[in-house]
């Protein structure tokens, strides 16, 4: 009798459990959004006016461009006055074409 007894209570104790962890709500973790997605947000959004952005403001959102070429985009543009084309960037030292082209859709002029 003892032995059932003890029976019972595991039996009644597992499937109280069981009902339990069944009955829970099942939490569906949200699924991360690919980082090409994010950078493709980035990208659209975040635009820089090459008349108006600082020093920070270049090196933050520009592909490649690091506070070395952001001071001297600065300074070219406070010693040449402002730019009238995106191409005139290629007159700053240190931007060559492959980096214009990489940072041409996130540039503008105004």
Do not use: C, H, W
């Amino acid at each position: 009798m003892k032995n059932t007894y003890i029976s019972s209570l595991v039996f009644a104790l597992l499937t109280s459990l069981s009902a339990a962890t069944t009955a829970a709500p099942s939490i569906k973790p949200e699924a991360p959004t690919p980082i090409s997605a994010q950078m493709m947000k980035a990208e659209q959004s975040a635009k820089v006016n090459l008349n108006a952005a600082d020093a920070e403001t270049l090196r933050r959102d520009l592909f490649g461009i690091g506070a070395a070429k952001a001071k001297a985009i600065v300074a070219y543009r406070d010693t040449n006055g402002p730019f009238t084309a995106i191409d005139e960037l290629l007159e700053v030292k240190g931007i060559g074409k492959a980096l214009l082209e990489k940072n041409r859709e996130r540039l503008v002029i105004n």
